[in-house]
T-cell receptor, first 111, second 114 residues
Framework: GDSVTQMEGPVTLSEEAFLTINCTYT??????LFWYVQYPGEGLQLLLK?????DKGSNKGFEATYRKETTSFHLEKGSVQVSDSAVYFC??????????FGTGTRLQVFP | GAGVSQTPSNKVTEKGKYVELRCDPI?????LYWYRQSLGQGPEFLIY????????DSGLPNDRFFAVRPEGSVSTLKIQRTERGDSAVYLC????????????FGSGTRLTVV
């Protein structure tokens, strides 16, 4: 069945460092791909998405490119801030209307 | 309302008891979803409503779990004979256009079965 694999956390960075959180997926078809973020004490929020191969999703300085050849959707940000500290979830959706999530990666950014 | 509202935010219940968790979606959103998030895991799909009907309930773990959405708006997730393994955060989400364009999640109900 479909699945999402994320790098284990926590990822610990200093402010202004470059961030990469790896995400790979397994799917039978051509899924839409998502990154959701969960800030402390808040609900899950959609961060960005891509619906077809080679699409780049971007929001709040974060980017991820849908790579069909490597079945990946890695999240990147050029310069992280303390306020980016959160748990990040990679997810996919195929023909059905449900999301399949990875286990999440906790990001901790220190000043 | 402005967002997806879930009540209660926390629920502690004794093993064997019955619980109801409520979700009030964004006004006008026809699609409503329930997920369960265990500690250290990503959310797992439980059930999806399109309007009043359950379009996909394949994620409900067993027949102790049931959900309704009688008027196509508010939904209630019902758990009978609760077990300690049911302890988790139960998340509700709603969408106007479906999963492919992203959902709006509520803050969840943290259920603890003691």
């Amino acid at each position: 069945g479909d699945s999402v694999t994320q790098m284990e956390g926590p990822v610990t960075l200093s402010e202004e460092a470059f961030l990469t959180i790896n995400c790979t997926y397994t799917a039978t078809g051509y899924p839409s791909l998502f990154w959701y973020v969960q800030y402390p004490g808040e609900g899950l929020q959609l961060l960005l998405k891509a619906t077809k191969a080679d699409d780049k999703g971007s929001n709040k300085g974060f980017e991820a490119t849908y790579r069909k050849e490597t079945t990946s959707f890695h999240l990147e940000k050029g310069s992280v801030q303390v306020s980016d500290s959160a748990v990040y979830f990679c997810a996919l959706s195929e023909d059905t209307d449900k999301l399949i999530f990875g286990t999440g990666t906790r990001l901790q950014v220190f000043p | 309302g402005a967002g997806v509202s879930q009540t209660p935010s926390n629920k502690v219940t004794e093993k064997g008891k019955y619980v109801e968790l409520r979700c009030d979606p964004i006004s006008g959103h026809t699609a409503l979803y329930w997920y369960r998030q265990s500690l250290g895991q990503g959310p797992e799909f439980l059930i999806y409503f399109q309007g009043t009907g359950a379009a996909d309930d394949s994620g409900l773990p067993n027949d102790r779990f049931f959900a309704v959405r009688p008027e196509g708006s508010v939904s209630t997730l019902k758990i009978q004979r609760t077990e300690r393994g049911d302890s988790a955060v139960y998340l509700c989400a709603s969408s106007l256009t479906g999963a492919h364009y992203g959902y709006t999640f509520g803050s969840g109900t943290r259920l603890t079965v003691v």
